[in-house]
């Protein structure tokens, strides 16, 4: 058989490089913040809306959104959540924080551990920021267990900073998520 039969035989018989599409469930999904200050951490949690990835494994290419509601976020002090949806967050006027995926590198394995980097927009406070995630993924038949910790620069990123004379915070959020989903085929 000629090379050039051959490889029209096989771009015909070999299956295209399917999609895959994760759907996850608010339900399932945790959303944590913690900001450190000189004395101690303050931890809160903020809900997701929805959030979805369409995404080819050969070619990396992804979609999708993952929203993430900005007015849910609570620490556990009133007074501290008014002021952090007032003056940092500007929650009314910025009510979502929406992750857009474009390409994602790694290799989810058949059934195990695997590690993944989301790469995408960042769309938070009014800004576009570009960021890569990475993901620990834990994979059983359809079943995906997900975790990502990653780092805002809130004041960077145009987000008013608490600190006074009494209070010194960072600069920056450590924010983690988890989730459990199933792969959607």
Not at 16 to 32: F, G, H, N, Y
Not at 53 to 70: C, L, N, Q, T, Y
Not at 102 to 114: E, K, N, T, V, Y
Request: net charge negative.
């Amino acid at each position: 058989m000629p090379v050039c039969s051959f490889i029209v035989l096989l771009a015909v018989c070999l299956p295209a490089a399917s999609s895959m599409s994760l759907e996850l469930d608010p339900a399932k999904t945790e959303v944590q913040f913690t900001l450190h200050d000189v004395l101690h951490a303050v931890h809160g949690t903020f809900s997701l809306e929805r959030g979805s990835i369409h995404f080819d494994p050969e070619s990396g290419k992804a979609s999708g959104e993952i929203v993430v509601d900005v007015t849910s976020g609570a620490s556990g002090n009133t007074a501290r959540d008014h002021r952090m949806h007032k003056e940092i967050l500007e929650s009314q006027r910025y009510p979502e924080a929406i992750f857009l995926p474009d390409r994602i590198a790694g290799q989810l394995a058949p059934q195990g551990s695997s590690r993944i980097d989301v790469h995408g927009v960042l769309k938070i406070h009014g800004g576009d920021h570009e960021i890569t995630l990475h993901f620990d993924v834990q994979r059983a038949g359809h079943r995906y267990t997900a975790s990502t910790r990653f780092i805002i620069p809130y004041v960077q990123w145009g987000m008013k900073n608490p600190s006074n004379f009494l209070l010194k915070v960072d600069r920056t959020v450590e924010i983690d998520v988890q989730t459990s989903l199933d792969a959607i085929p």
